[in-house]
């Protein structure tokens, strides 16, 4: 059975830090493109990050980059976020999801699987 479960989020001050994890079953994350997708109160699902399927390319939105990074460790099954410098509008809900294409794809409705999701909070 395909799962996917986030954890590390929780509340922090504006320039603080949280690494996010997506701890995968039933399938290996070596083969899979997994993305970060987080969701604000309001407001629609945005792709935040993501990791190609078999190797490191990644991607990034433009709010993030230079303050995320997205890793894999195969050996864990699992794929990280790494979280700086946050923001009050880094706020939202953030969800790990997969699929097996070749591209990281920026669509939300482009993941096959998906996890629960884990709360962010960036607040003084």
């Known amino acids: 059975q395909v799962r996917l479960v986030e954890s590390g989020g929780g509340s922090v001050e504006p320039g603080g830090s949280l690494r996010l994890s997506c701890a995968a079953s039933?399938?290996?994350?070596?083969?899979?493109?997994i993305g970060w997708i987080r969701q604000a109160p309001g407001k629609e699902r945005e792709f935040v990050a993501g990791i190609r399927r078999s190797g490191d390319v990644t991607s990034y939105t433009d709010s993030v980059k230079e303050r995320f990074t997205v890793s894999r460790d195969n050996a864990k099954n699992t794929v990280y976020l790494q979280m700086n410098s946050l923001k009050p509008e880094d706020t939202a809900v953030y969800y790990c999801?997969?699929?097996?294409?070749?591209?990281?794809?920026?669509?939300?409705?482009?993941?096959?699987?998906w996890g629960p999701g884990t709360q962010v909070t960036v607040s003084s």
């Open positions: 999801a997969a699929n097996m294409a070749l591209v990281i794809s920026r669509r939300s409705d482009d993941y096959e699987y």
């Open positions: 039933g399938f290996s994350v070596e083969y899979y493109s």
